[in-house]
């Protein structure tokens, strides 16, 4: 069972940027399509952007299409998330998941499809 751990969480203003980090451990990182997800205070655990295996395709949900852009490094089993123009709305626990099953190139949106999750981390976007 791979690792994950998020990082890069944090306060920023309304407009601003953070980076989100995911480190998994263990030597298969390429062969996992990568995900992020977040979760608000009362709300489901919704999805945010998916990358294939290579990194050479990636989706988003409408929400942050055009804001925020998910990529990765298979050298350093990492996936990114870059969060740009931030809304108070983006508020969450923002969470990385992995398929573990290796069952896509690109993971669907529904989060009882990826097998492995981080612990997640916190951003607070303050109007």
């Known amino acids: 069972q791979v690792q994950l751990v998020e990082s890069g969480g944090g306060l920023v203003q309304s407009g601003g940027s953070v980076r989100l980090s995911c480190a998994a451990s263990g030597r298969t990182f390429g062969v996992y399509a990568m995900a992020w997800f977040r979760q608000a205070a009362g709300k489901e655990r919704e999805f945010v952007a998916a990358?294939?295996?290579?990194?050479?395709?990636?989706y988003y949900a409408d929400s942050v299409k055009g804001r925020f852009t998910i990529s990765r490094d298979n050298a350093k089993n990492t996936v990114y998330l870059q969060m740009n123009s931030l809304k108070p709305e983006d508020t969450a626990v923002y969470y990385c998941a992995a398929d573990t099953s290796i069952s896509y190139d690109i993971g669907p949106t529904r989060p009882n499809e990826y097998a492995s999750w981080g612990q997640g981390t916190q951003v607070t976007v303050s109007s």
């Open positions: 990358i294939s295996r290579s990194g050479g395709r990636s």
